[in-house]
T-cell receptor, first 115, second 115 residues
């Protein structure tokens, strides 16, 4: 069965600090996708990134970067030089090719960036 | 292009009543998903509709039901409301049948409060 664990419930950082959000997943499939979503106070989930199981290249997008390691079943998300606008709940999610559940989410990490 | 829209934004019901939540997907998207986000529990998968049919449902009692209309919009019904049904209900849509590889686009949610 597929499962996503985000062990960090809440993180607080001071503006301009770097912060890493952890995500560990479980799956028996060899083909799967991993996602990160951001949920600001407005409630709507905003898609950030999708990564397939065959592509272990790390990705950088501006201040955001993602580290995918199949050996440790992790897909961690780093925000460099955090800003107050980064304050939100961040969700990691998994979708299996053989599964009937579109997206299985972790419980989320609430990030607070303090000015 | 309009995103996923949900109505109403907020809904207050009394225990035992029925609630109806509505979702309009992004134009061209055939799949609609419903998730429940209760406090501290992350996003729990409720229902998945594609081309008018229920593809899968999560571990929720039968009083949670829904349907998808010919225009792909969807409705979630919750009967015999209980206090623990109070949550943010999020609807998402995606464009392709091969769901596992496609990110889902989320609406802003309906905040249901049962008193």
């Amino acid at each position: 069965a597929q499962k996503v664990t985000q062990a960090q419930t809440e993180i607080s950082v001071v503006e301009k600090e770097d912060v890493t959000l952890d995500c560990v997943y479980e799956t028996r499939d060899t083909t799967y996708y991993l996602f990160w979503y951001k949920q600001p106070p407005s409630g709507e989930l905003v898609f950030l990134i999708r990564r397939n199981s065959f592509d272990e290249q790390n990705e950088i997008s501006g201040r955001y970067s993602w580290n995918f390691q199949k050996s440790t079943s992790s897909f961690n998300f780093t925000i460099t030089a955090s800003q107050v606008v980064d304050s939100a709940v961040y969700f990691c999610a998994l979708s299996e090719s053989s599964g009937n559940t579109p997206l299985v989410f972790g419980k989320g990490t609430r990030l607070s960036v303090i000015a | 292009e309009a995103g996923v829209t949900q109505s109403p934004t907020h809904l207050i019901k009394t225990r035992g009543q029925q609630a109806t939540l509505r979702c309009s997907p992004i134009s061209g998207h055939t799949s609609v998903y419903w998730y429940q986000q209760a406090l501290g529990l992350g996003l729990q998968f409720l229902l998945w509709y594609d081309e008018g049919e229920e593809r899968n449902r999560g571990n929720f009692p039968p009083r949670f039901s829904g349907r998808q209309f010919p225009n792909y919009s969807s409705e979630l019904n919750v009967n015999a409301l209980e206090l623990e049904d109070s949550a943010l209900y999020l609807c998402a849509s995606s464009p392709f049948y091969v769901q596992y590889s496609t990110e889902a686009f989320f609406g802003q949610g309906t905040r249901l409060t049962v008193v």
